[in-house]
């Protein structure tokens, strides 16, 4: 057994990303400024995205996203119940009702051939999910949304980088939001970016900077002007150069740290494809997946103990593991308003009380994957009926 605790997520930052936030923070720049514009360029070209608006967090990214699709009080939007509560919170901030479609049993994301029987006059938009990398069901939900006549908004907080039929999440005409949170693929500490078509980056632009007119970011520079129209109430959602710094050298490793990725999952895959009590994640055909998470299911009624307290044995043996996630259906705030049962969506919440993500992150070293692996392995020795 391990004598130090594994935590589940720590960042992988060098001394490129140090540097570079050091000479940020030296240069007469530290907000929205140059290194953000760069970063925007460079993770557009990355993904071959039409358009980029880099924000504080893929949450800003989501709300501002709705609100470029002009979503208000009155509106549904369907969504997962099996995301980070981010997703649904910013339906509830623009007013509009968050319609929760269960998730297919495979993948884990929102069931396409269970959102049409959501889809009311009151419905605008379906946001997706594509949980854990691995793309949801696109072609399905586009079709879908273009009989009805519906936007389609991408939460790919997850999703960096992911392929649906060989291209990119993020490359097509929805708005597509990405996270850089201190757990994810790319991180900024804090930070997002929204992609999309011109006309819809440029509107959201404005909304995620007070509502000032083009390039108002830059009223304080030599090149910039003194004046700025306010055309909307907008919010104050920019990035900083400061974290840009961050992203710009995170993003030119994402290429080795998802090689990384991928060597540990085929670890903890071959060491766990042969235990019947585990089910192990896997990938459909036509996606590349992100690997953003590593989450296996239980087979419960092969073990003597449930879900928790497996989590207990792992720290016990000091690996740190998350649940991802606690449906939003049986938070209080939506069980409460909505009136939701735990079986409303019993795909999300019994696969909820089985599963666990185990560290999956660059940083790990061959010695941490195989400490992970022994500790998970000794646990269904104990346990196993
Ligand atoms: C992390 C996460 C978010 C929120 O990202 P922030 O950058 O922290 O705002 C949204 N959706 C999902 C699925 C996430 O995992």
Redo the contacts with the bound molecule.
């Keep these: 057994m391990r004598n130090t605790f594994l935590p589940f997520s720590p960042p992988v930052i060098g001394e490129e990303e140090i540097d570079e936030v050091v000479d940020t923070l030296k240069s007469s720049w530290i907000t929205t400024g140059p290194k953000t514009r760069k970063f925007e360029e460079e993770f557009k070209t990355y993904i071959g995205a039409k358009e980029a608006l880099a924000l504080n ?4 990214a ?1 709300h501002v996203a709705l609100v470029t699709q002009g979503i208000g009080s009155g509106d549904e939007v369907i969504t997962t119940p099996l ?2 509560t ?2 649904v919170n910013v339906i509830e901030h623009v007013g509009a009702k968050p319609v929760l479609v269960d998730v297919e049993e495979e993948t884990l994301n929102i069931d396409p051939e269970k959102i049409e029987k959501a889809i009311t006059p009151k419905t605008k938009a379906i946001m997706a ?1 594509h ?1 854990s990398g691995h793309p949801a069901e696109m072609d399905k939900i586009n079709e879908i949304a273009n009989k009805y006549n519906l936007h389609v908004i991408e ?1 790919a ?2 999703a960096l980088p992911a392929k649906y039929k060989g291209r990119y999440i993020g490359s097509g005409d929805n708005l597509t ?1 990405f ?3 201190a ?2 693929n790319l991180t900024t500490a ?3 970016m929204l992609t999309g078509p011109d006309d819809l980056i440029e509107k959201a632009r404005i909304i995620s900077l007070h509502g000032m007119s083009r390039d108002a970011w830059k009223r304080y520079s030599k090149e910039g002007s003194w004046y700025y129209e306010v055309v909307l109430p907008g919010f104050k959602y920019n990035m900083t150069d400061i974290q840009a710094s961050l992203g710009l050298h995170q993003l030119n490793k994402l290429a080795v740290f998802q090689k990384r990725r991928y060597e540990i999952v085929e670890k903890y895959n071959s060491a766990f494809k042969d235990i019947d009590c585990l089910e192990i994640p896997s990938a459909k055909k036509e996606v590349e997946h992100a690997w953003h998470l590593y989450v296996f299911r239980l087979r419960l009624e092969m073990l003597k103990i449930d879900r928790n307290r497996f989590i207990e044995e792992l720290k016990n043996r000091n690996i740190g593991t998350s649940v ?1 996630f606690i449906p939003i259906h049986i938070h209080p705030y939506y069980k409460n308003k909505y009136g939701f049962k735990e079986n409303d969506f019993p795909v999300a919440y019994n696969n909820y009380l089985r599963m666990i993500s185990l560290p999956l992150n660059p940083g790990l070293s061959d010695q941490d994957v195989a400490d992970v692996i022994e500790a998970v392995l000794d646990v269904i020795r104990l346990y196993k009926k």
């Design positions: 967090s893929c949450t800003a989501l995301t980070f981010a997703t999910v949980y939460d907080a997850h939001a996270s850089f949170y757990t994810k804090e930070g997002g991802h």
